[in-house]
């Protein structure tokens, strides 16, 4: 019966979510396992600062920990303009630094896209740019030396913004038009360098905005379980 249960639920889980993401980087590797694009990684401090470390399952070198650096990438189908999108990762946070988990876009109003986290002001922000039409700033404690789940939905007229599964900030209506550049790990819309000393893991970008329940299925998902939809690996997402 606790088995029937068990695949019960992974099923529901399968049909409620049944989207695949544009991008996955479970960074086992610089590469994509999922869509096309290789990370590099641009020192901003000393080269071995930065490296691979164990992710949430304790595997060995399967996340990347950015101490003082910035990594980019070239992704010819990020979503742009007005279309609607889903990001999603995984940060283990060492310190109280101010920094920027991931952005996009141009320093224009409703340009950019992204997310900071400022542990020091207890906020977390998404970052449109253009003021306080753009720039929402949300109260939330960061929880340090412990691995979070960070996800941000934009469906075409609204941002949201999740963690660990829960919704915390919006809908934020907003007109945003996203404006093509490379997508950036700890640097801000502006350009100032953000990287902190964090872990990453398992970034997810769709071309779709997920649901609250898929949100809350993606934070869930675990090793052992089978993959909530064809394509996506189980390897490294793990629940909290």
């Not at 994509?32 to 071995?48: D, E, K, R, V």
Request: net charge neutral.
């Amino acid at each position: 019966m606790k088995k029937l249960l068990h695949f019960c639920l992974l099923l529901l889980g399968a049909i409620s979510f049944g989207q695949t993401p544009l991008y996955q980087f479970n960074f086992q590797t610089a590469s994509a396992n999922i869509g096309t694009g290789t990370f590099n990684f641009l020192s901003s401090g000393t080269p071995t600062n930065f490296g691979y470390v164990g992710d949430r399952s304790d595997k060995a070198l399967n996340a990347i920990w950015m101490l003082k650096q910035k990594a980019s990438a070239t992704l010819p189908n990020l979503p742009t303009g007005s279309s609607a999108r889903t990001i999603s990762c995984w940060v283990y946070h060492r310190s109280t630094e101010h920094v920027s988990l991931f952005s996009y876009g141009f320093q224009a109003a409703g340009q950019s896209f992204g997310l900071e986290v400022i542990p020091a002001n207890n906020q977390v922000a998404f970052t449109g740019f253009g003021g306080a039409t753009y720039d929402k700033f949300i109260t939330h404690t960061t929880v340090l030396n412990s691995w979070t789940h960070y996800a941000v939905t934009f469906d075409g007229g609204n941002v949201r913004v999740y963690i660990n599964g829960q919704l915390i900030g919006g809908p934020y209506l907003m007109s945003l038009s996203t404006a093509v550049s490379a997508f950036n790990l700890g640097v801000d819309v502006g350009g100032t360098a953000r990287p902190g000393n964090i872990y990453f893991d398992e970034l997810n970008i769709f071309s779709s905005a997920l649901t609250p329940t898929q949100i809350t299925t993606l934070f869930r998902q675990n090793d052992s379980q089978t993959p909530l939809q064809a394509g996506i690996p189980s390897n490294g997402l793990v629940f909290a």
